[in-house]
């Protein structure tokens, strides 16, 4: 089990991380603005309503962490983890509508075919605005990965599209100045939304699962079984049930030991369990229950 040092440790992780995407994602929007309100870029104005997103996502996972980090009470005793999983499915919504409107506004500017210029701000502002969003986007990835956290993972996908969609508006306001190829603007920016689309469509999956209490992956479902299999007192183990919420397992199984192992032998032998599966996959709350061997239930699961 993990300690209350660590856990408070990860909370700070957790929250830094957040605040550095809040705090860049405040800056990059201002600037992308004020280009956009120079070069009268649709592109730019898309990726700029894009970055609003990610100020509102950035937010919200600055607040979910916060919020999941909350002991269990009496209201909720399994905790408040969800938190993050709402958080990531409602960051996937926001993309899904910003799909929409940078659809609506390219079809709109290959149509019109409007002129777009203060071409080398606008670059240098995209330029910058990439290679931060590269930077952020990895330390807050690895953060979430590292702490298990949904929302700060999603944020960090939103960080990763943003330098892709940042650079892609920089290759079409470049194409634009040396070809004169007014267009440009237009098809860069209907590319953008359907990447968004697809970036968002995997991320509310993924935070729809853990809303369901979908089980573990299989990887991890095998490490808990190779786990039970380290302990020879144990002669068979059923009814494993798992779930994930926000970064932390909820893992109960039943194992099955000798009739003549003693009461106290056989819950020091699901303590050890625990123990292992809660280090293993932390951070877990994992909860074991025993059951003496009975040769006729054991013959009944063997033919299931």
């Known amino acids: 089990m993990t300690s209350k040092a660590d856990s408070v440790s990860v909370q700070q992780r957790k929250g830094r991380a957040a605040a550095t995407s809040l705090g860049f994602n405040l800056l990059s929007t201002a600037l992308k603005l004020i280009a956009a309100i120079l070069t009268g870029s649709v592109a730019l104005l898309s990726e700029t309503v894009h970055s609003t997103t990610d100020v509102v996502a950035s937010s919200i996972a600055f607040l ?60 240098a502002v995209m330029g910058a605005s990439s290679l931060g969003s590269v930077v952020v986007g990895y330390f807050v990835s690895l953060v979430g990965r590292q702490t298990r956290s949904l929302a700060l993972q999603s944020n960090g996908q939103h960080l990763r599209v943003d330098a892709i969609t940042s650079a892609g508006v920089l290759i079409a306001l470049a194409i634009n100045g040396l070809t004169g190829w007014k267009q440009a603007d237009g098809v860069v920016a209907l590319l953008l939304a359907a990447w968004i689309a697809i970036g968002s469509w995997l991320l509310a999956k993924k935070a729809f699962d853990q809303l369901i209490d979908r089980r573990l992956p299989d990887e991890e479902v095998k490490i808990i079984k190779r786990l ?9 183990s059923h009814r494993l049930k798992s779930r994930l919420s926000g970064n932390q397992r909820h893992i109960e199984m039943h194992i099955v030991v000798p009739n003549q192992m003693t009461l106290i032998d056989a819950h020091e032998v699901a303590d050890r369990l625990e123990k292992s599966i809660a280090t293993e996959l932390a951070p877990a709350v994992v909860v074991i229950h025993v059951d003496p061997y009975d040769e006729s239930k054991e013959r009944r699961r063997s033919m299931e």
Not at 74 to 82: A, F, N, R, S
Not at 95 to 106: C, F, G, H, T
Not at 228 to 236: K, R
């Open 228 to 236: 039970v299999a380290g302990h020879p007192e144990i002669l068979n």
């Open 64 to 123: 979910s962490v916060r919020a999941a980090a909350a002991p269990p009470d009496e209201e909720h005793p399994y905790g408040h983890g969800k938190i993050e999983s709402l958080a990531g499915f409602g960051e996937s919504i926001l993309l899904m509508i910003v799909v929409v409107y940078i659809a609506v506004q390219s079809i709109q500017r290959l149509i019109s075919g409007a002129t777009v210029e203060q071409l080398n701000f606008g670059m």
